[in-house]
């Protein structure tokens, strides 16, 4: 997998942002795919993820109610609609992917594939 992020950018506080993954050679269909961040000065954090098998979605509790990650099938691609942003979610955005999974984990570890991430500054 050679995995693309995109859809970055600066927003003001309260406002929305889609990210995007998708892989270069084709479909993510059979991959759990999660959503990692990393801010200046903090560990990386697992924000996002769903299942290959039933589409199960997982967030963090810093996100819960305001992102929701989803595949578009038409597209090939798993997105992040990220709303009500706050300066707390200014990071570098990741998506990666693990095809053995069952289900999904916010836990970066266990994912093998990786994007080269994509800023997000959300002004206040």
């Known amino acids: 997998l050679q995995l693309v992020e995109s859809g970055g950018g600066l927003v003001q506080a309260g406002g929305s942002l889609r990210l995007s993954c998708g892989d270069s050679g084709g479909a993510l269909d059979n991959y759990a795919i999660g959503w990692f961040r990393k801010a200046p000065g903090k560990e990386r954090e697992g924000v996002a993820c769903?299942?290959?098998?039933?589409?199960?979605?997982w967030y963090a509790d810093s996100v819960k109610g305001r992102f929701t990650v989803a595949r578009d099938y038409g597209k090939k691609q798993v997105f992040l609609q990220m709303d009500s942003l706050n300066p707390e979610d200014t990071a570098i955005y990741y998506c990666?992917?693990?095809?053995?999974?069952?289900?999904?984990?916010?836990?970066?570890?266990?994912?093998?594939?990786w994007g080269q991430g994509t800023q997000v500054t959300v002004s206040s």
């Open positions: 769903i299942s290959s098998s039933d589409n199960s979605t």
């Open positions: 990666a992917a693990e095809g053995l999974f069952v289900g999904c984990v916010l836990l970066s570890d266990p994912y093998d594939y």
